[in-house]
């Protein structure tokens, strides 16, 4: 009955979205690359910085130092104040996987989530080993052995390595100097320790750096890596190798197939495509000589090619409309070949005509049985046939085992014999790497919970369906932010913001009672995804943030009408809003913090508006995310954002008139929500760097990711107070929803991430040298290195045993290569017996 009466709900949806909104939720295909174009740009936009200020790398920076002091966690483990919450029934976007030697247990890595591990037959939760990581696997390598041997890489080129199956994480060695991205990862499949990464990035020849496509080559396992060829940087080149016997290493590149038969140090061509492209995807089944499948880019568009003969000669199939770059052909059919976009679709015919397995709005009806949208990843596993006991191999055990396919969506992984046509849902349950923006709970039910996501849509929760980790329902496609409601206890009435209208769920209940309205035709300045606020006064009425703020009035069902407040925030520069709040104890007092760093205020419900003063470092870039007010001090308000070029909290206790820093024990950051506790307005924020709690009585910010077990290591997009249980909620982009409890933190100080041991690191910025000095309370043994940001040691500063007292450490900025170091950021740790602390160094010129 739930499943009816979902698709019921679609159908009609489907009907309001053609009719109302001007860029329709359904349309993927046509608008997933604009959307993502959108995204991109959105953020951007937030993390606004001074010239030359890379806040990635200060990203990078936070996370490091978070994986070091997790690592020498002293709290206690036993009792933590953190639960997961779910969701429990709802998967994010997943990208790989691998299959253990058992075969019987199931690697798959996820977006923004992580790697987890299961038994595929279940039941029970996917286990996440590598939440002290905190970022997406997009590639894998598992190579069997006592223990297993895991390589997992990100989007973003980062590669770990784990020599005790997932226990621990460390960098391999010998990857270039920097690397930009990964495109694909392969095994020999006879000799599986040697693995070969395809990556995007720059290497020190010795004299000049070479910014190319580099083939790097590890013989056990992922451990070391060493450089055996290049590409130019003017293609994006692919790789394939045999998945089921030894057989020679192929490349694509520009228009030349070439292959190498000496574990990549030299390749030799095979045959010419008929097109050179910048960029290709390349797929074969070994059932052929090898059957080859190859997608290129050219002037309009990806082209599918195909070749029977080892990649001699080539074919062309056809162009491909709806393609994210994924491509497979089975191991055992050479006519089989599968492609994925907003959809899977697949060829039993050599790639002359394909269909879809299943159009994506059936995943609502049935989650089980349908492919959610969006096609990221496939890969080939041979799992034991249904009732063959024990682990498949070679020979007659290897009978026993049959070809299934992976494939990897936005909303979960699923497999699908390439004999088959219904495809079956691996992580229905269990498998928490949801990507939520945001939630909004009910008042009375802490259960009840409203949540917006990154493309696995608009959900709902459960309360009979699991209480610790309820089950969600998503109602519907899309991206949803800023959820807000001014309902006595927030059930109904709820808004949130899609790219290109307003969803507002009316009542209670999984599916009924949604309407959309769309932003008004033309209206400049809405953002990817708009701030918005719910009307105190008018539970039918909400405010939209963009170069003005609009008025929303709900005035029938499903009927919308949008006026403007006249005062432009655009300021001759193009600004928009970018946070809005109205104060819950007087409702003519608004305020707003805009794109451009600037902070308002209005005394008037909104008419007119004075610009404040920020009172701290001379210049800022800023950019508001956003604004929360005291529901008691109409004059007590924060505004958070972008904290990469000056702090990333401000205060105002005069009503916005003049704001101050909030910033000690605050990392250099993106702050993306904040949110009072009780009692006593503690104040949270969500941030890039993780959750943080004020400690009013030092003035300084905890990091909670450091200072509590065991939250997982990612971004924290939202967070919110709910009053019913007493926990501070928390949405994470990639690890779904987290409740912290401040009740079971009490025997965790609030001096917790401050160890008893002083630490000075002196020039800083350097350019030449610098100097570290430090006091230990008791002799012992100590290591100091320093390390780039992606976690590379770059210098060993000590490594010895030192008496107890003062001690001074110089150490000019070489590497052992006698080079000056990049200029940049880079951590110093200092670890000792007592404790670890760590350093951040900026190198310049």
Known sequence: MRAWLQLVLLVCLVGVASRASSEPIVDRESDEADLNRRRSEWIERIHRTAPGVDWRAIESANRLEAQFLRRSFLGPRDTSPWQEKGASNLTGRNWVSALAADQSTLYVGSANGGLFRRAIAGPGAWAPITDDVGYGVHHLAYVPGAPERLLIASHDGRMFFSADGGTSWDLPSGLPESIGATWRVVQEANQPATVYALVEGSIWTGSAWDHSHHLLRSEDGGATFARV??????????????????????????????????????????????????????????????????????????????????????????????????????????????????????????????????????????????????????????????????????????????????????????????????????????????????????????????????????????????????????VISGDYAHLTSAWPDRSRMVYSVYPGFVLVQTGPGDFANLELASFPSGAPGFAFLPAITADPDDTARAYVGARKIWQLQRTAPSAYDWSPIPFDFDAGIGDIVGALAIAPSDHNRWYVATYAGFSYRSEDHGISWARSTIVGPPSHYFSGSDVIVSPTDAQLAYVGGSGYSNPGVFRTTDGGSTWAPLGDGLPPTQVYALAFGEPGQTLYAATQAGPFRFNPGTQAWVNLLTTTCCPPLTDYWDVESVPSSGVIRFSTYGRGIWDYDPDLTISVPETAGAPPLAVELGPNPARARSALEFTLPAAGQVEIGMYDV????????????????????????????????????????????????????????
């Open 790 to 845: 992606l976690g590379r040691r770059v210098l060993t500063l000590a490594d010895g045993w030192r008496g107890a007292g003062q001690h001074r450490v110089a150490f000019d900025l070489r590497t052992e290569r006698g080079l000056d170091l990049a200029a940049g950021l880079y951590l110093v740790r200092v670890v000792t017996p007592e404790a670890t602390v760590v350093r951040r160094l900026t190198v310049l010129k």
């Open 229 to 474: 060829h290049s590409e130019p940087i003017a293609t994006r080149p692919d790789l394939w190798i045999d998945r089921r016997a030894a057989g020679p290493l192929y490349l694509v590149a520009g228009n030349q197939l070439k292959q190498s038969t000496d574990h990549g140090l030299t390749f030799t061509p095979v045959g010419t495509l008929p097109i050179s492209s910048t960029a290709a995807k390349l797929a074969g089944s070994e059932a052929g000589a090898p059957h080859f499948y190859c997608a290129l880019i050219g002037d309009s568009g990806w082209s599918l090619y195909s070749s029977t003969n080892a990649g001699s000669s080539w074919v062309l199939r056809g162009e491909l409309a709806d393609f994210y770059g994924t491509l497979i052909a089975p191991v055992t059919d050479a006519n089989q070949v599968l492609y994925g976009g907003v959809n899977c679709h697949r060829s039993t015919d050599g790639g002359a005509s394909f269909n879809v397995v299943n159009e994506w709005w059936e995943y609502y009806g049935d989650p089980d049985t349908k492919l959610h949208a969006d096609i990221f990843g496939f890969n080939s596993h041979f799992l034991p046939a249904p009732g063959a006991a024990g682990a498949a191999g070679d020979g007659e055990a290897g009978e026993r085992s049959v070809e299934t396919l992976l494939i990897h969506t936005d909303g979960g992984t699923y497999k699908l014999a390439p004999t088959a046509t219904v495809p079956q849902n691996l992580t229905r349950f269990g498998f928490p790497n949801a990507q939520y923006y945001g939630t909004l709970t009910t008042l009375t039910d802490p259960n009840v919970i409203f949540a917006g996501s990154q493309d696995q849509g608009y959900q709902i929760s459960h309360p009979g369906l699991g209480t610790v980790t309820p089950e969600f329902t998503q």
